[in-house]
């Protein structure tokens, strides 16, 4: 109990030091933007007010056309319609969808659900709450609970068959009389002068049609073939998942998610309905095994079965024995918009990173609810480039929640990985065993991944006190130089780690967001 005091006070004292110096340096990096922007940010904000009064005088025409209908454009076709726009949903195919991923919302998500009025989506689905997770390594394991003795008896993470929820999802947008949902293939935007006023596409017979608005919302998923001219996508596949489905199986922890630090990566299991398990083996790089000639039942066998728990392993055989194994590939993808005039990015074509943590659809509903708060005084979106300057302040908004969530994710895989360098090995034991401490030690780190604390600052914290507490089990109690060195580049990897994904995230609007321009062009109770 000494040795644990010691690393605790030595890990909240180095991480002290250590956010000092950080806040100090970005501090000094955004300071330069305070002192001359307040009164133009003051007159952008006058002139969108003066704007948002006018009415629109476009007839019964539409307001605003979304381009797919999965989990974001099903859920913002709703809460736009129920706002009393006009919209039109184009989806490539209105059957139901079956993915490997999507099958986890986090808490935080729940709530942004409970807030647009969709939770009723999830009901008749044989969804499954989810109150924690469990995480294995190495033969031992720890339970980790959401933090959610604050909330209602009913506020805990879901997991469902995606598919399901996105039909009831698109079933109750279709039932508002302003919203349409059309099967159709988006071909390209329509562009005059800089300006998107609309699309071209494809109906299901093949017609060719053309679909005009005053703005465009195009979230047409992690293959989007309309973002490049919205955005500069650099996407990075670090993975892929291969998925089975367990059944007639009961995991170790009833309603918890299972993530075991396996070698090379994680393995992943959680319900997806009251008979079904849901096991996602992550395998480093865009290759995997072959399916068809039996390289990936071998793999899975030999390599992966042995490091599951024992209570899963015959359902486990089970599933691969039956042959149902889909892949999918793990996308990365920072937000980095071309703010244009008509049109605007939403859902994995605007921001993707790593579904370890199962925060994307966390990130998707709150951003709707951002968007939904800037778009509710405007009663006229007929001036385009007003209306561009005006939601600029969108993606500044949606910020600090979803590069929490993007960060956390891609720093858990990277540390949850095995790996042969000594520096590595410790940061992953160092990991799971400051998660093992209980109380804030596990608390803080869930409440992030929950995305019911998703605060940047919170993030860094933890992340580095992890390093500084693998750093005190290496000195403690008698350091020797070899252990130091280690100790050196832990802190350097972890350092390695963190900082070019805050970096791809933008340091000053993740940290410093009242410091854009940008952010104070949407109404003052938004930026709260």
């Not at 039932?175 to 300006?195: A, D, F, M, Y």
Request: aromatic share 8%; hydrophobic share 40%.
């Amino acid at each position: 109990m000494v040795v644990i005091d010691q690393y605790i006070l030595g890990a909240f004292l180095v991480s002290s030091f250590g956010f000092i110096f950080l806040y100090s340096q970005l501090r000094r990096k955004t300071k330069k933007f305070k002192s001359n922007s307040k009164s133009e940010r003051k007159d952008d904000y006058i002139k969108t007010s003066i704007h948002v009064d006018r009415r629109s005088d476009q007839g019964n025409g539409t307001d605003i056309i979304i381009v797919g209908a999965g989990v974001a454009g099903s859920a913002l076709a709703y809460t736009l319609g129920k706002d009393g726009r006009r919209v039109h949903v184009i989806e490539r195919d209105l059957t139901e969808p079956d993915r490997i991923v999507g099958e986890l919302l986090q808490p935080g998500g729940y709530l942004k659900l409970i807030e647009l009025g969709l939770e009723d989506c999830l009901r008749s689905i044989d969804a499954q709450q989810v109150f924690g997770y469990a995480i294995y390594k190495d033969g031992k394991d720890t339970k980790l609970s959401y933090p959610l003795e604050k909330f209602e008896s009913d506020i805990s993470g879901r997991s469902f068959h995606n598919g399901r929820f996105i039909q009831r999802m698109r079933e109750k947008a279709a039932t508002l009389p302003n919203v349409r949902l059309e099967q159709g293939t988006v071909t390209s935007l329509i562009e005059e002068n800089g300006t998107v006023n609309g699309v071209q596409y494809k109906t299901k017979d093949g017609q060719e049609i053309t679909s005009h608005a005053p703005l465009t919302i195009v979230c047409d998923g992690c293959f989007s073939n309309l973002r490049r001219s919205l955005c500069d996508p650099k996407v990075d596949v670090p993975s892929c998942f291969v998925g089975l489905v367990l059944e007639n199986c009961e995991l170790p922890y009833a309603n918890h998610g299972h993530v075991i630090l396996g070698d090379p990566s994680p393995i992943l299991f959680y319900p997806i309905s009251s008979t079904e398990v849901r096991c996602l083996v992550d395998v480093p790089g865009q290759k995997v095994p072959s399916i068809s000639n039996g390289e990936m039942a071998k793999y899975l066998k030999n390599v992966v079965a042995p490091q599951i728990p024992p209570q899963l392993y015959e359902a486990f055989i089970a599933a691969i024995d039956k042959g149902n194994i889909r892949t999918m590939p793990n996308r990365s993808m920072p937000a980095n918009p071309h703010p244009t005039p008509g049109a605007l990015l939403l859902g994995d074509a605007f921001n993707m990173r790593h579904p370890l943590t199962g925060g994307g659809m966390t990130v998707a509903l709150s951003d709707i609810v951002v968007l939904r708060n800037l778009l509710k005084p405007l009663r006229d979106l007929h001036d385009p480039s007003t209306l561009c300057s005006y939601l600029e302040s969108f993606y500044t908004l949606r910020k600090p929640v979803a590069s929490t969530i993007n960060t956390l994710a891609g720093a858990l895989y990277k540390v949850f990985c095995a790996s042969p360098d000594p520096a590595r090995q410790e940061m992953r034991q160092a990991c799971f065993d400051y998660l093992s401490l209980g109380g804030i030690f596990s608390s803080g780190p869930v409440a992030l991944l929950s995305g019911l604390n998703p605060k940047p600052l919170s993030l860094v914290l933890h992340f580095f006190a992890v390093a500084v507490y693998g750093v005190g089990r290496l000195l403690i109690p008698y350091p020797s130089p070899k252990r130091a060195w280690l100790g050196v580049r832990l802190l350097s990897g972890a350092s390695g780690i963190i900082f070019p994904i805050i970096r791809a995230e933008g340091v000053r609007q993740m940290f410093f967001p009242v410091t854009v321009p940008a952010y104070f062009r949407a109404p003052p109770l938004l930026n709260k």
